[in-house]
């Protein structure tokens, strides 16, 4: 599996490589998926950087586990009103305990599918 994994990554990073030679010398304006509906990175200002991100209430949870206790926000969100939905970290992804548990197969078949989906959408549009 971890083979597997490897050849497609390595297959991710010449596709991009590829990518990026073709499309420079390209005159013919690139194909676009159906589902971005026209959107495309030309839609975005000269320098615009795309980016993540994500915060630690809403992975970890464990407010009162782990020899931790609950936090000002935790007291917070419990409050009603407080906040819309009345939402709190009481369930998580639970990467607090999640982090070093290995993948079962069928998600590593999912996720591997996604880079094959990721990947051909990319030479689409080249």
Same mark, same amino acid.
């Given at each position: 599996?971890?083979?597997?994994?490897?050849?497609?990554?390595?297959?991710?990073?010449?596709? +991009? *490589?590829?990518? &990026?030679? @073709?499309?420079?010398?390209?005159? =013919?304006?690139?194909?676009? !998926?159906?589902?971005?509906? $026209?959107?495309?990175?030309?839609?975005?200002?000269?320098?615009?950087?795309?980016?993540?991100?994500?915060?630690?209430?809403?992975?970890?949870?464990? +407010? *009162?586990?782990? &020899?931790? @206790?609950?936090?000002?926000?935790? =007291?917070?969100?419990?409050? !009603?009103?407080?906040?819309? $939905?009345?939402?709190?970290?009481?369930?998580?992804?639970?990467?607090?305990?999640?982090?070093?548990?290995?993948?079962?197969?069928?998600?590593?078949? +999912?996720?591997?599918?996604?880079?094959?989906?990721?990947?051909?959408?990319?030479?689409?549009?080249?």
């Amino acid at each position: 599996m971890a083979a597997r994994s490897a050849v497609l990554l390595l297959l991710a990073l010449v596709a +991009a *490589a590829c990518h &990026g030679v @073709g499309a420079a010398g390209a005159g =013919a304006s690139p194909r676009r !998926p159906n589902w971005l509906g $026209g959107l495309s990175r030309a839609s975005f200002p000269k320098g615009f950087v795309f980016g993540t991100a994500t915060s630690a209430y809403q992975v970890e949870g464990m +407010a *009162a586990g782990g &020899g931790r @206790g609950p936090s000002i926000w935790d =007291a917070f969100a419990h409050v !009603p009103g407080n906040i819309a $939905g009345n939402q709190n970290a009481d369930v998580t992804t639970d990467q607090y305990h999640r982090y070093k548990v290995l993948p079962h197969p069928e998600q590593t078949e +999912a996720h591997l599918l996604v880079l094959e989906i990721i990947i051909t959408s990319m030479l689409e549009i080249s």
